[in-house]
T-cell receptor, first 114, second 112 residues
Framework: DGGITQSPKYLFRKEGQNVTLSCEQNLNHDAMYWYRQDPGQGLRLIYYSQIVNDFQKGDIAEGYSVSREKKESFPLTVTSAQKNPTAFYLC?????????????FGPGTRLTVL | EDKVVQSPLSLVVHEGDTVTLNCSYEVTNFRSLLWYKQEKKAPTFLFMLTSSGIEKKSGRLSSILDKKELFSILNITATQTGDSAVYLCAVEISSNTGKLIFGQGTTLQVKP
C-alpha cells in the first residue's frame, strides 16, 4: 500500500523536552512538507524539502528543526524553544515541485505538552 | 503579507440544503487555488483551480474561481450528513515549491 505514515498518532511531552515526529512516505515523492494546525485555524507551513539534503523554512519555523537524509523520510523535531507546541501536525508529500494538486497528506500526529 | 480568508467559519444546515463556502485571497504571486475536505485527520483534495470562470465539478460539489475579484466559491448541493467536515481553501504561491497558504477553514455540519 502506498502512502504516508506518521507516528506516533498521539504524543505527550513535558515542557522543556524536545520531541521528534516521524514522517515516512513510499510514494517516491520528491517534495515533503510539515504543517501545523491549531483549533479553528487552517494549516501553517513549518518546513518543506524539495530534494534530499535540502530544506527551507516555512512561515513558522522558529522552535522547529528538520532533516532530509533519505527521500522517504522527513522527521520534525519540536524543540523546547517552541513556546506553544500543542497542536496537530500534518506531514505531506508531492511529486515534482510546483504540483500542489499532488500534495498528499499523512494522518497526522497530535502533540500535547503537559 | 499573503493571506487567505474563508467565510463563514462555521455553518449548520439540514440534509438536502445547498451551501456555498467562500474563499478570498490576497497574495503576491498566485499560481492556483485548491479546496480540501478534512474529516478529523488528513485533508483530502477536492479541486484545483487556475483559470477564472471555469467551473470544476465532481458529483454534488462544484467550484469556481474569479481572479479579478480574488475569490473562489465551493458549492455543495443536496447536502448529506457525510458532507460534515472542515473545508479548507489554500492558495499556491510562487513557482516550483508547492508552497500553500491556507485559510482558517469552514466547519460544516449537516443535520439529518
Amino acid at each position: 500500500d502506498g502512502g504516508i505514515t506518521q507516528s506516533p498518532k498521539y504524543l505527550f511531552r513535558k515542557e522543556g523536552q524536545n520531541v521528534t515526529l516521524s514522517c515516512e512516505q513510499n510514494l517516491n515523492h520528491d517534495a515533503m512538507y510539515w504543517y501545523r494546525q491549531d483549533p479553528g485555524q487552517g494549516l501553517r507551513l513549518i518546513y518543506y524539502s524539495q530534494i534530499v539534503n535540502d530544506f527551507q523554512k516555512g512561515d513558522i519555523a522558529e522552535g522547529y528543526s528538520v532533516s532530509r537524509e533519505k527521500k522517504e523520510s522527513f522527521p520534525l523535531t519540536v524543540t523546547s524553544a517552541q513556546k506553544n507546541p500543542t497542536a496537530f501536525y500534518l506531514c505531506a508529500s508531492s511529486t515534482a515541485s510546483g504540483r500542489a494538486d499532488t500534495q498528499y497528506f499523512g494522518p497526522g500526529t497530535r502533540l500535547t505538552v503537559l | 503579507e499573503d493571506k487567505v480568508v474563508q467565510s463563514p467559519l462555521s455553518l449548520v444546515v439540514h440534509e438536502g440544503d445547498t451551501v456555498t463556502l467562500n474563499c478570498s485571497y490576497e497574495v503576491t504571486n498566485f499560481r492556483s487555488l485548491l479546496w480540501y475536505k478534512q474529516e478529523k485527520k488528513a485533508p483530502t483534495f477536492l479541486f484545483m483551480l487556475t483559470s477564472s470562470g471555469i467551473e470544476k465539478k465532481s458529483g454534488r460539489l462544484s467550484s469556481i474561481l474569479d481572479k479579478k475579484e480574488l475569490f473562489s466559491i465551493l458549492n455543495i448541493t443536496a447536502t448529506q450528513t457525510g458532507d460534515s467536515a472542515v473545508y479548507l481553501c489554500a492558495v499556491e504561491i510562487s513557482s516550483n515549491t508547492g508552497k500553500l497558504i491556507f485559510g482558517q477553514g469552514t466547519t460544516l455540519q449537516v443535520k439529518p
